[in-house]
Nanobody
Framework: QVQLVESGGGLVQPGGSLRLSCAASGSIFSINPMGWYRQAPGKQRELVAE???????NYADSVKGRFTISRDNGKNTVYLQMNSLKPEDTAVYYC???????????????WGQGTQVTVSS
């Protein structure tokens, strides 16, 4: 089985920063991509950012220039540095990973349990 464990959420004032971490463990051959999604109350889950094993990144327009995604392939860990946070960034943030358990197996999507980020004064 594969587990994704997130950490780093919390309450922050507008303009502040937070760093989210997500560590994958279990039966893992490779992970591609790793990413972060978020879901605000009454809204659909949306992609925030994702990163391939080679380091290519993709960001939602709403976070470009403010958020930075990175990963440590040796630790199967992905990070999301969030700067200049706005109230509209308030949501539950979910880690996502496309995991292959062997070189011949297909990739399956796994999700973390979610971590709350609240931006409020």
């Amino acid at each position: 089985q594969v587990q994704l464990v997130e950490s780093g959420g919390g309450l922050v004032q507008p303009g502040g920063s937070l760093r989210l971490s997500c560590a994958a463990s279990g039966s893992i051959f490779s992970i591609n991509p790793m990413g972060w999604y978020r879901q605000a109350p009454g809204k659909q889950r949306e992609l925030v950012a994702e990163i391939t094993s080679g380091g290519s990144t993709n960001y939602a327009d709403s976070v470009k220039g403010r958020f930075t995604i990175s990963r440590d392939n040796g630790k199967n860990t992905v990070y999301l540095q969030m700067n200049s946070l706005k109230p509209e960034d308030t949501a539950v943030y979910y880690c996502n990973a496309g995991v292959r358990k062997s070189w011949s197996s297909p990739a399956y999507q796994y999700w973390g349990q979610g971590t709350q980020v609240t931006v409020s004064s």
